[in-house]
T-cell receptor, first 110, second 115 residues
Framework: EDQVTQSPEALRLQEGESSSLNCSYT??????LFWYRQDPGKGPEFLFT???AGEEKEKERLKATLTKKESFLHITAPKPEDSATYLC???????????FGAGTTVTVRA | GAGVSQSPSNKVTEKGKDVELRCDPI?????LYWYRQSLGQGLEFLIY????????KSGLPSDRFSAERTGGSVSTLTIQRTQQEDSAVYLC?????????????FGPGTRLTVL
């Protein structure tokens, strides 16, 4: 069974204080690893897909990286508007569903 | 075009009543997914459609849950004889196709409260 573990559960940052979120996974053949952002009362918003170890993707202050066992979401010089819950999910080869972690709730204080 | 839409946004019902939740996927997306997000838990996969067919219904938690999709577009998730443990946010997502590398885009969800 696919498993996704995210850490930490919660992260409080000062504006401009860079940090990283971790997503550890076990899956029988990885098709893709996905990062989503979820604001309170809203559906998850797609951020990145990573397909193979060594791959990196960036979007504004966010950078996602992937190894064979884990993925990191780096937040560089965060702003209050980066406050959200960040969800990691994996999709196994020949599968269609996403298996999600519990998420990391990030709070950025001005 | 427009994103995934879901209705209603909120639904309050009494235990034992039936409810229907609707999802309109992104135009042109042939794959549609239903997930459930309960308080304190991660997103849980329920069912997916490729076109009007649902190849795998194993994520549905009980036989009180059913779903259908018509015209390769709109989908309805029906919960019969609702129980308090059914209270959750029901999320719908769509992707271009189910196979291959295609991102799933989510709607805003329907918050279901069973009293």
């Amino acid at each position: 069974e696919d498993q996704v573990t995210q850490s930490p559960e919660a992260l409080r940052l000062q504006e401009g204080e860079s940090s990283s979120l971790n997503c550890s996974y076990t899956v029988s053949g990885l098709r893709g690893l996905f990062w989503y952002r979820q604001d309170p009362g809203k559906g998850p918003e797609f951020l990145f897909t990573l397909y193979s170890a060594g791959e990196e993707k960036e979007k504004e202050r966010l950078k996602a990286t992937l190894t064979k066992k884990e993925s990191f979401l780096h937040i560089t010089a965060p702003k209050p508007e980066d406050s959200a819950t960040y969800l990691c999910a994996v999709q196994a080869a020949n599968d269609y569903k996403l298996s999600f972690g519990a998420g990391t709730t990030v709070t950025v204080r001005a | 075009g427009a994103g995934v839409s879901q209705s209603p946004s909120n639904k309050v019902t009494e235990k034992g009543k039936d409810v229907e939740l609707r999802c309109d996927p992104i135009s042109g997306h042939t794959a549609l997914y239903w997930y459930r997000q309960s308080l304190g838990q991660g997103l849980e996969f329920l069912i997916y459609f490729q076109g009007n067919s649902a190849p795998d219904k194993s994520g549905l938690p009980s036989d009180r849950f059913s779903a259908e999709r018509t015209g390769g577009s709109v989908s309805t998730l029906t919960i019969q004889r609702t129980q308090q443990e059914d209270s959750a946010v029901y999320l719908c997502a769509s992707s271009l196709v189910a196979s291959g590398n295609h991102e799933q885009f989510f709607g805003p969800g329907t918050r279901l409260t069973v009293l």
